[in-house]
């Protein structure tokens, strides 16, 4: 059937419109989704949900060079949803408080459902 040939149903268009976020709130949404489109800072909130740890430490736990790792931190900071925390020489990342990390550490812990189980 033809999308023509089918009516338009007034009452579904404003049901599903009403489940969209309004402008502002919708770009900051996309904000926080371009913050994971890197499959390196999907793992460093994976990892991030264990334990706060340094950016040698996550190069390790990625698999990338401290400058990648930190770039990717850039990112993550840049949203809220990473923070940093120095000790003497050392600076400590972990997951913020705040809403972005938590959306993105819901997103994390839904591709956990994709983990094999024996």
């Known amino acids: 059937m033809a999308e ?3 009516a338009v149903e007034p009452n579904a268009v404003a049901a599903a419109k009403a489940e969209l976020l309004p402008g502002p709130v ?3 949404a996309e904000r926080i989704l371009d913050s994971l489109c ?3 800072r999907l793992r460093i909130v994976q990892a ?3 334990t706060p740890l340094t950016v040698s430490e996550l190069s390790r736990v990625i698999a990338k060079s401290r400058a990648a790792t930190s770039q990717h931190l ?3 900071r840049s949203v ?3 923070t940093a925390e120095r000790h003497g020489q050392f600076v400590d990342y972990s997951l913020s408080e705040h809403i972005h990390a938590e959306v993105l550490e819901n997103i994390a812990n839904a591709f956990d459902q994709l983990r094999p189980t024996a």
Do not use: I, M, T
Request: charged share 35%; net charge neutral.
């Open 4 to 6: 023509q040939d089918h």
């Open 38 to 40: 890197d499959p390196s």
């Open 26 to 28: 919708q770009k900051n």
């Open 48 to 50: 991030l949900r264990a």
């Open 74 to 76: 850039k990112v993550l």
């Open 80 to 82: 809220e949803a990473v």
